[in-house]
T-cell receptor, first 114, second 115 residues
Framework: GDSVTQMEGPVTLSEEAFLTINCTYTATGYPSLFWYVQYPGEGLQLLLKATKADDKGSNKGFEATYRKETTSFHLEKGSVQVSDSAVYFCALSDSTGTASKLTFGTGTRLQVTL | EAGVAQSPRYKIIEKRQSVAFWCNPISGHATLYWYQQILGQGPKLLIQFQNNGVVDDSQLPKDRFSAERLKGVDSTLKIQPAKLEDSAVYLC?????????????FGPGTRLLVL
C-alpha cells in the first residue's frame, strides 16, 4: 500500500539557518504530494503541493520538488524564522475513482531558536 | 470564508462510554473526511463521504465507530463503546472535489482522552 517516510525530529535550528526535511514515498499510481504544517495549538494547514513529476510547490519561502525518479518530495527553506517552529507533515494522495485519502508521514517537529 | 468547524474541542470520558463528534465543512464542499491522529503519528483516514454517500470506510473500526452525513452537509462521528486506545485527536477535513489533486482543508480537531 501507499506509505510516506519522513525524517524523524525534532530538528533544532538557529534562526536564518537552512532547512531540509526529507520525505520519500511509495505509491502504486501517480500521486499528488503535499506538505502540511501544524503550528502549536492549531489545526493542519496546507503549506504547498505538487501534482506531477518535476513540479515545484512553493509558499512562504518553503519549496519542494516532486522527484519521481527518487520518489522524494523534500521540504527546503533558505532561512528559517522562529515563527516557522511547528510540526511538518509530508503526505500523498493517490486517488482511485472518487476515493482520495491522504496518507501522511509521522511528522517532523521543527524548533527554531534565536 | 469560514473554515471547517468541529465540536467539542476537548472531551474526556471513561472507557466503555460513548462519545460523538460533530463537523461542519466549508460551504459548497462535497467531500468530507474524518481522520484519527494518535499522539506522535500522522493522521489516518477513518472515513470519506462524497455528499451523503460513503466512498471509503476501509479503516473504520465498524464494531465501535460509526459516522453519518445525512443531508450531505455536516457530519457526526460516534464511538461506542470507547477503548483506551481511542485516545487521539479526531480531525475533520473537507474538499471541493474528490480528486487526488484537490486540497483538503482541516478543522481544529477534537482531542479525546479515554480514561
Amino acid at each position: 500500500g501507499d506509505s510516506v517516510t519522513q525524517m524523524e525530529g525534532p530538528v533544532t535550528l538557529s534562526e536564518e539557518a537552512f532547512l531540509t526535511i526529507n520525505c520519500t514515498y511509495t505509491a502504486t499510481g501517480y500521486p499528488s504530494l503535499f506538505w502540511y504544517v501544524q503550528y502549536p495549538g492549531e489545526g493542519l494547514q496546507l503549506l504547498l503541493k505538487a501534482t506531477k513529476a518535476d513540479d515545484k510547490g512553493s509558499n512562504k519561502g518553503f519549496e519542494a520538488t516532486y522527484r519521481k525518479e527518487t520518489t522524494s518530495f523534500h521540504l527546503e527553506k533558505g532561512s528559517v524564522q522562529v515563527s516557522d517552529s511547528a510540526v511538518y507533515f509530508c503526505a500523498l494522495s493517490d486517488s482511485t475513482g472518487t476515493a482520495s485519502k491522504l496518507t501522511f508521514g509521522t511528522g517532523t517537529r521543527l524548533q527554531v531558536t534565536l | 470564508e469560514a473554515g471547517v468547524a468541529q465540536s467539542p474541542r476537548y472531551k474526556i470520558i471513561e472507557k466503555r462510554q460513548s462519545v460523538a463528534f460533530w463537523c461542519n465543512p466549508i460551504s459548497g464542499h462535497a467531500t468530507l473526511y474524518w481522520y484519527q491522529q494518535i499522539l506522535g503519528q500522522g493522521p489516518k483516514l477513518l472515513i470519506q463521504f462524497q455528499n451523503n454517500g460513503v466512498v471509503d470506510d476501509s479503516q473504520l473500526p465498524k464494531d465501535r465507530f460509526s459516522a453519518e452525513r445525512l443531508k450531505g452537509v455536516d457530519s457526526t462521528l460516534k464511538i461506542q463503546p470507547a477503548k483506551l486506545e481511542d485516545s487521539a485527536v479526531y480531525l475533520c477535513a473537507s474538499s471541493y472535489t474528490s480528486g487526488g489533486t484537490g486540497t483538503q482543508y482541516f478543522g481544529p480537531g477534537t482531542r479525546l482522552l479515554v480514561l
